[in-house]
């Protein structure tokens, strides 16, 4: 696979093609791969070394080594929605129930097994399994899966940078006090269990912004924002503040209406680190959590 950049406004001063790279964000450990993995760099379609001098208009070539499918990971022939795709990114769609990566508890037929199943089906030439974020089994909405590690190291660090907004809607219980707010709240694992998660000062710093979007007799309806991205950040920052998702038997009380945490990821929009376009992905609201809301207005 071939990626392409063209050198503009070069001036007198002399750029190496190294540094160039370098300021494509592309490291010293990746060059390395593209060296003795089957890679190869070239400027203005001729074979160079990362010494090469650059000057304006030239172009440079990076040729990605060819990424070869894990044999750690089960294929899956599970029905996958894809909700977009390019030669970098593939964004699916993912129902409630599935689990986003393999486990003891679940080791065939999760998203990535199904992503791995569907890469081998079209015969691409990464077959490498790149996953971006993951969501929690009984979470519904946005999955991004990246076609090869460089396109996975740019969106890591835009995720780093908080440069990727991500858009989740919740139903939770009770009313919230302000119709906007933010928590933030270091999360850690909780003292007693593997799985649970915790509000304390021994966590990772964490930061869930949220917008009332509908009020009923007992229930919020909120939009929320990822600042960071931990384990069960907006269950167990909603349930420290007392307003533990619907459904979510975890972090709150038994529920009505639902069968699993009301939590949905309906949006992701960053700026595409190769088309440098602003992108935005959209999900809509499954099935189920349509459904509670309608019996909510009633």
């Known amino acids: 696979m071939r990626i392409d950049w063209y050198v503009e406004n ?15 964000y592309i490291s010293k450990r990746f060059l390395s791969k593209v060296k003795y993995r089957g890679g190869n760099l070239q400027v203005n379609d001729k074979d160079v070394r990362v010494r090469e001098e650059l000057r304006s208009g030239d172009k440079v070539s990076v040729f990605l080594p060819k990424e070869e499918a894990s044999d750690h990971l089960n294929v899956s022939d599970k029905e996958l929605e894809v909700l977009y795709e390019d030669s970098h990114y593939l964004i699916v769609d993912k ?11 679940y080791p065939n037929h999760t998203i990535a097994n199904r992503v791995k199943g569907y890469i081998q089906t079209k015969g691409y030439y990464h077959q490498t399994i790149h996953i971006v974020n993951r969501l929690d089994k009984d979470t519904s909405g946005i999955m991004l899966f990246a076609k090869h590690s460089l396109a996975h190291s ?4 835009l995720l780093q940078n908080d440069e990727v907004y991500k858009e989740y809607v919740a ?11 933010v928590i933030d709240e270091p ?21 869930t912004e949220y917008w009332v979007m509908e009020t009923y007799e007992s229930v919020s309806k909120v939009k929320i924002q990822l600042h960071t991205g931990r ?7 909603f349930s420290h503040d007392g307003h533990p998702l619907v459904g979510d038997t975890l972090y709150g009380p038994e ?28 999900s809509p609201l499954a099935a189920d959590m349509t459904a509670l809301e309608e019996n909510l207005k009633k």
Do not use: M
């Open 95 to 105: 129902p409630s129930g599935v689990a986003s990566v393999p486990s003891s508890l």
């Open 255 to 282: 529920s009505t209406g639902i069968k699993r945490q009301a939590l949905h990821c309906v949006k992701v929009s960053f700026r595409h680190p190769f088309t440098n376009e602003q992108f935005t992905i959209v």
């Open 187 to 207: 999360i850690a694992r909780s003292s007693d269990s593997i799985i649970k998660r915790r509000v304390h000062l021994s966590g990772k710093s964490s930061k």
């Open 10 to 24: 070069q001036t007198n001063e002399k750029l190496l093609l190294k540094s160039f790279l370098k300021r494509k």
């Open 231 to 237: 384990t069960h950040q907006i269950r167990v920052h």
């Open 171 to 181: 139903f939770v219980h009770n009313r919230l006090d302000n119709s906007h707010g």
């Open 154 to 157: 740019y969106l890591d660090r």
